[in-house]
T-cell receptor, first 117, second 112 residues
């Protein structure tokens, strides 16, 4: 099946620094990618929807200047957490949507665990 | 808005036991329903899906039936294996908002 990779798988950074997370679709082209955030024992919360070549659409309550999303190609989307603070510590998961015959399916990356000290 | 409520875990069962993980939903219209599974260290994988009422999704011995009257999509397996140990997420795709909405996930551990 289709594979989505994320890099890094985990990162520890100091408060105030910025962190970039990459999401790649390895064997397919994804016109739409999604970024989710997952707190311990909680649901995946959609942060934003990213379409190749256009600005991301952010969910209500997600700061677009805090979480910068770039979808520069059909196989790569990046999430940059700017001026990270401890409350940004979380598990970030990306997903890529592809159209298969009669329906769309989303494939998920393995996630990136961010810890801000 | 759309929401998914699923059985809280963790759930621990012995090998060959029967499994049921409950999932109910709230949505406008007729969503598609999914179960995803996340094995340790891996991304979410689609386990099964159902796109309309009374549809039964099945895969790897797991089944779930789309029950419109009870707004449920419970996951079942007759005989679990150690390799089924994972976190299971119920989700719906709302055609109104074109997005996946997830439940909180249920961690399942199968002991030999």
């Amino acid at each position: 099946g289709a594979v989505v990779s994320q890099h890094p798988s985990w990162v520890i950074c100091k408060s105030g620094t910025s962190v970039k997370i990459e999401c790649r679709s390895l064997d397919f082209q994804a016109t739409t990618m999604f970024w989710y955030r997952q707190f311990p024992k909680q649901s995946l919360m959609l942060m934003a929807t990213s379409n190749e070549g256009s600005k991301a659409t952010y969910e209500q309550g997600v700061e677009k200047d805090k979480f910068l999303i770039n979808h520069a190609s059909l196989t790569l989307s990046t999430l940059t957490v700017t001026s990270a603070h401890p409350e940004d510590s979380s598990f970030y998961i990306c997903s890529a949507r592809v159209q298969l015959s009669s329906y769309n399916e989303q494939f998920f990356g393995p996630g990136t665990r961010l810890t801000v000290l | 808005g759309d929401s998914v409520t699923q059985m809280e875990g963790p759930v621990t069962l012995s090998e060959e036991a029967c499994l049921t993980i409950n999932c109910t939903y709230t949505a406008t219209g007729y969503p598609s329903l999914f179960w995803y599974v996340q094995y340790p260290g891996e991304g979410l994988q689609l386990l099964l899906k159902a796109t309309k009422a009374d549809d039964k999704g099945s895969n790897k011995g797991f089944e779930a039936t789309y029950r419109k009257e009870t707004t449920s999509f419970h996951l079942e397996k007759g005989s679990v294996q150690v390799s089924d140990s994972a976190v299971y997420f119920c989700a719906l795709f709302g055609f109104g908002n074109e997005k996946l909405t997830f439940g909180t996930g249920t961690r399942l551990t199968i002991i030999p």
